[in-house]
C-alpha cells in the first residue's frame, strides 16, 4: 500500500518543528511510561504562542500502540452531552448521544495507552468543572488528557486534594533567539534575514512563521521594527 498524504505532512511537520524540547520530553515521557507520571497536561500560552504545533509534535512520533485524538474544542457543543457525542463520533461509535459509560469503555478498549487531546480548550470553560470532577475521574489510567489553550488553568485543577499529584501545567512562552533563528533558517531564510525577523516577531513562532512567508514570496520586502507582542496576539 502506497503512503498516504497525511503520511508526508506528518513528516514535514516534524522536520520543521524547533525547539520545545523540554515540553515535548515531558508530554512523551508521560505517553511511553508503563505508569504514567500524571493523568492530565495543561498546556497554555498566549495565540500564535505554538500550543497544536507541540500537540502535533508530541503526537506525531509515537507508536502504533498509541491512539491519539484530537479535538478542536470550538466545533464541540460545550455541554457534556455535546462533548460526549463529538468523543463518540471521533471513536466511531454507532451510537449517537453515547452516555458517560460507553465513551469510556470505548475509550479502556482503544489500546494500552489513548491520548485525548483538547485544543482550543479556552472555548471550553463551562465545560471545566464537569470534566475535573466527573469525565476526568471516570478515565481509565490509559488514557492521557491534554487540554491547550489560551488561559492559565482553572486554580482548582491545583489545589483540589489528589489532583497536585496526577496534573501537569506546562505554559509556553516566546522561542529563545537561538532557536528563533533555527527555525527560520530551516523556512529559507538566510541568518541577516532571520535576525532581522525575529526583532520583528520577537520569538512569537505563529509572527515569525507569516514573516517567513512573506520574506519567501517578496525577498525585497522591509521588516522593521514590529508591533507589541498583544496586537500579535488578538490578530491569533
Avoid at 457543543?77 to 459509560?101: I, N
Avoid at 496534573?167 to 512562552?173: A, P, S, T, V
Avoid at 515569525?208 to 514590529?226: K, S, V
Wanted: net charge neutral; aromatic share 6%.
Amino acid at each position: 500500500m502506497s503512503r498516504r498524504i497525511s503520511d508526508r505532512l506528518s513528516e514535514a511537520a516534524r522536520s520543521s518543528f524547533v525547539g520545545r524540547e523540554r515540553e515535548l520530553a515531558v508530554l512523551r515521557g508521560a505517553i511511553e511510561a508503563a505508569e504514567p507520571p500524571f493523568v492530565v497536561a495543561f498546556v497554555h500560552g498566549p495565540g500564535g504562542i505554538g500550543k497544536s504545533r507541540l500537540l502535533h509534535a508530541t503526537l506525531s512520533a509515537v507508536g502504533p500502540e498509541v491512539h491519539a485524538l484530537v479535538m478542536d474544542c470550538r466545533v464541540i457543543e460545550p455541554t457534556p452531552k455535546g462533548f460526549l457525542a463529538a468523543l463518540g463520533s471521533a471513536l466511531r461509535m454507532q451510537e449517537p448521544e453515547p452516555d458517560l459509560g460507553l465513551v469510556v469503555s470505548r475509550l479502556a478498549a482503544a489500546g494500552p495507552r489513548t491520548v485525548l487531546a483538547l485544543d482550543t480548550y479556552e472555548t471550553f470553560g463551562l465545560m471545566d468543572t464537569w470534566l475535573r470532577q466527573v469525565f476526568v475521574p471516570d478515565l481509565p489510567e490509559s488514557v492521557l488528557t491534554i487540554f491547550a489553550g489560551r488561559q492559565a488553568p482553572n486554580p482548582a485543577w491545583l489545589t483540589t486534594p489528589g489532583w497536585e499529584g496526577l496534573f501537569r501545567e506546562i505554559e509556553l512562552r516566546e522561542l529563545p533567539e537561538a532557536e528563533a533563528r533555527q527555525m527560520l533558517q530551516l523556512r529559507g531564510l538566510t541568518e541577516a534575514q532571520a535576525g532581522r525577523v525575529n526583532r520583528f516577531a520577537r520569538g512569537l513562532p505563529l509572527a515569525l512563521e507569516l514573516a517567513a512567508a512573506a520574506l519567501r514570496t517578496q525577498r525585497d520586502l522591509e521588516i522593521t521594527g514590529g508591533p507589541p507582542p498583544n496586537v500579535l496576539q488578538q490578530l491569533t
